[in-house]
């Protein structure tokens, strides 16, 4: 059973800053990628930025500049920091994982998701 808990969603003003992160835990093996996607009132849910363990970073291009990902391997950790918030950033920021893990004595590959934390920019 893997796991991922999120934290660091919250209010902040235009032009503001706020930090997500998201950890996970069980059994996992190796991680192939690790990221954020997000889903405002009313639309889809949407690439945020990915970051693989191996390849390249991802950033979808209304963020890019002023979201920063990161990882820490060590924690099996992913971090989002936002800077330079807007109005259209207010979502609810879903974690994701992509890794490999042991269940039943045997490897296999899964995609979990965290519950969500809601980020609302607003003056």
């Known amino acids: 059973q893997v796991q991922l808990v999120e934290s660091g969603g919250g209010l902040v003003q235009p032009g503001g800053s706020l930090r997500l992160s998201c950890a996970a835990s069980?059994?996992?093996?190796?991680?192939?990628?690790m990221g954020w996607y997000r889903q405002a009132p009313g639309k889809e849910r949407e690439l945020v930025a990915t970051?693989?363990?191996?390849?390249?970073?991802n950033y979808a291009d209304s963020v890019k500049g002023r979201f920063t990902i990161s990882r820490d391997n060590a924690k099996n950790t992913v971090y989002l920091q936002m800077d330079s918030l807007g109005l259209e950033d207010t979502a609810v920021y879903y974690c994701n994982l992509v890794a490999r893990v042991l269940a039943d004595w045997s490897y296999r590959n899964v995609e979990v998701w965290g519950q969500g934390t809601r980020v609302t920019v607003s003056s």
């Open positions: 970051m693989p363990t191996v390849g390249v970073t």
């Open positions: 069980g059994n996992i093996f190796t991680i192939d990628t």
